[in-house]
């Protein structure tokens, strides 16, 4: 059979193994490890990761890895499943998006062995899971008030990743280009196919989004041949091939009349836009037709302030009526 090995340790058909890696210590000296539980099935199969907290405020996605590993989802009939629920342990301990040096895993990779807090996290990724996987799932949540409806990030001109996407069938996939230095791109530079799920706001639970990364996953996994059952799928999947943001003119208290995940026409009025005393109202238009895939529940803004995220798909080109 096909050896399996992750962070220099072999694991065995049906082993369950608990891999701690070190990446720092903190001031007071207190060692900061990041836990890695990888579960090898009994038959060959595909190995996949499923990475969460990269961010340290996202906790949607560590809780849908949690909740996997707590519902025994990992512990496939064939392949291997690394699970990694809090990647930025820093982050998660102070509620922050970035590491305690101010600067983001996401943007550090491939990393360094000897550099920056971030990089040095980047690094033991690249070097101690990348290499030993062949497709994953990295979790992420909107930022801080902002909410993203259920979604899959990938670049679609991958047939691979269209693969991945569509056997998830998350309610929205968006064709997303690489960030640079971020883990999906130092995955593919690898020939590893790592897909984005974006759900819900940071620091807050979205029931609706932790239970549709559950079941995307699931459905992931069934495609994979790893397991035999996965849920049925609820809701239509979209592709998004573009998107933009409808942004604030003026400063003011912004009032939204439509919800994340709705389809919003071009001129409709998704919300007001009012000062605290009563002097000023203004309805804000939609600049375009589309979904609404993320929306800023931040009521107060500056003026340039993102409001919603639209979305749109080939029928949203068209304007919905059918003609250019």
Known sequence: MREVTIADQ????????????????????????????????????????????????????????RRIIDAGHNRVKRGTVVCMPVINVYGFLNYSREVPDGKDINRSFPGSKSGSLASRVAYHITHDILPFIDYGVDFHTGGAMRTNYPQVRCVMQDATNVELANAFHAPFTIDSPFRPHSLRQTAAKKNKHIIVYE????????????????????????????????????EENKIIWSSSWARARTAGLFLAEIKCGDLIHKSQVIGTLTDPFGEFKEQIKSPSTGYVVGLNNNPVVNAGDALLHIGMDNYCKIDGSGEE
């Open 199 to 234: 759900g819900g706001e940071s620091v807050r639970f979205d029931q609706h989004a932790i239970e549709e990364g559950v079941n995307g996953t699931l459905r992931l996994m069934k495609h994979l041949k790893m397991i035999d059952w996965a849920p049925e799928v609820k």
């Open 10 to 65: 072999a694991i065995r058909p049906g082993e369950f193994k608990e891999i701690v890696i070190n990446i720092a210590r903190l001031p007071s000296r207190t060692q900061i490890d990041t836990p890695i539980y990888v579960y090898r099935g009994l038959e060959e199969g595909p190995v996949l990761a499923l990475t969460a907290g990269m961010h340290g405020d996202e906790i949607n996605g560590m809780e849908i890895v």
